[in-house]
């Protein structure tokens, strides 16, 4: 028995049996990373909003709740109450009191900064406009050396006068695509890419692994 086990182990720190073994590893860990983290993500979502308030009703329950119900329920009601804020922040007075807020918030030094950089960001994601209008090509950070980028605004009169027409450009950094550079350029050096702004989005985050089709990266005459 024990002579069959190490013949088994001795196969397996071969050379060849050691990478055989170490491609089949990665092939799994990249078939099951995306449901693991997807899983993880739910996970902390229903925690996050469930947790607060699922301990809170736990208290008037006595503790008759197992942990999972009462993330469930807690969730629930979170969901519930958020809804319901959503339906009154509507009306004129939760309006003024939320500005109120707001102006106080913003008076505050630090939590000016946080405050007004999660905003911007939850507006941005939940808007129903398009904050990207287009991916594009741009040559960027030097000339020769080429990056994707998003327009964000096509004109600039104002800010332009009497000189060639501007367009407003967001380039992402990778593999984080929540940070980056603004940018300012000439409309005539923007080439617009034939892509949608998720598969634009899919290369930046996944460094060029994720990538439309080739015949798809044909530049436009001009941003949409």
Known sequence: MFGKFFKVINKLLKKDKVAYTRNNFFTGL???????IT?????FIFRLFGSPSGRFINLF????????????????????????????????????AARYFEKY???????????????????????????????????FPRKG?????????ESFPDLTKGRQ?????????????TSGFFLMMPKKDVQVLSISIEE???LIVSAG????????????????
């Open 105 to 139: 918030f913003t008076s505050l030094p630090f939590v000016n900064m946080v405050y007004t950089t999660t905003k911007t960001i939850i507006q941005s994601v939940t808007t129903d406009n398009k904050s990207f209008r287009s991916v594009v090509l741009i040559e």
């Open 200 to 202: 634009g989005l899919k």
């Open 165 to 177: 027409e501007f367009v407003s450009l967001f380039v992402p950094t990778t593999p984080n695509p």
């Open 61 to 96: 329950l006595r503790g008759k709740l197992n942990e999972f119900s009462e993330v469930i329920l807690g969730f629930l009601v979170a969901i519930a109450l958020i809804t319901t804020i959503g339906y009154f922040a509507k009306m004129a007075f939760i309006k003024s």
């Open 39 to 43: 899983i993880w993500i739910i996970i």
């Open 30 to 36: 990249v078939v099951i990373l995306p449901s693991i």
């Open 145 to 153: 050396i080429y990056s994707l980028g998003f327009i964000t605004k």
């Open 209 to 224: 692994v994720i990538s439309p089709n080739d015949d798809v990266l044909q530049p436009q005459t001009e941003p949409q």
